[in-house]
Structures are given as structure tokens and as C-alpha cells.
């Protein structure tokens, strides 16, 4: 599993967030944002990056601060800059905690500071 993340990683990082969720993510797979309910299911999780990318003017900086991998579970710290759709740059640092099960991510959860979506940097 550690290659898979270390290949997640790569994609992200190379801006091909659709195609590493289309690689590393079940069909049933959620997603969530810190206490926000989930979102459910691959197409349900394709179409909110692609909404959320068509929203965005530009994305800066797109990296893994660092990771970890235990057994199916994974944390990585991302650090995201974004210049949205008003231009405004903000800057994101969360970590993505992630279940494996057969190579694919069957959930994961975001956890970060939602102030930071109001801050420019």
C-alpha cells in the first residue's frame, strides 16, 4: 500500500486530481470534510472535483508536506495554495486520513482549520 499512496501522492502533486481519484478510490468510496456529511460514491466524487476545479482561477502549490501508512490506513498532510474564483489566494494545510481496502480508498476524511478559507495569503 505504501506504493499506492507514494502514486497518489504523484498524481496530486502533478495536478491530475480527477485521474488520481479515478485510480485510488471505490466505487462506494466517501469522502468527507471535517464534520460535513459525506459524499458517497465514485461519480458523486469525480463530479465535486470537477466542480470544485472549474470554480478555482488557479492552483499554486500542490504537495504532500508528509506521509504515513499503518496496515489499510494512511494520513497525509497536504498543502494546498488556491487562487479562487473572487482571486483571492488562500492556502490550505490539512491531513487526509484514508482506509484501504484492495488497493483503492473505501473512505477518507479531511481535517483542517475552515478559517483558513477566509484567510489570504
Not at 504515513?68 to 490506513?73: A, I, K, M, Q
Not at 494520513?75 to 490550505?92: S, V, Y
Amino acid at each position: 500500500m505504501h506504493e499506492s499512496v507514494k502514486e497518489l501522492i504523484a498524481l496530486v502533486e502533478q495536478g491530475k486530481f480527477v485521474e488520481a481519484i479515478q485510480k485510488f478510490y471505490s466505487e462506494n468510496a466517501s469522502m468527507q470534510e471535517n464534520n460535513d456529511p459525506p459524499r458517497t460514491g465514485l461519480a458523486a466524487l469525480l463530479e465535486r472535483e470537477k466542480q470544485f476545479l472549474n470554480s478555482i482561477q488557479r492552483m499554486h502549490v500542490h504537495r504532500a508536506d508528509s506521509f504515513v501508512v499503518d496496515g489499510n490506513r494512511a494520513a497525509i498532510n497536504w498543502i494546498f495554495e488556491i487562487t479562487d474564483g473572487e482571486g483571492k489566494r488562500r492556502r490550505l494545510d490539512e491531513v487526509a486520513y484514508q482506509l484501504w481496502q484492495d488497493g483503492k480508498i473505501v473512505r477518507e476524511r479531511f481535517y483542517y482549520d475552515p478559517r483558513q478559507r477566509q484567510t489570504e495569503v
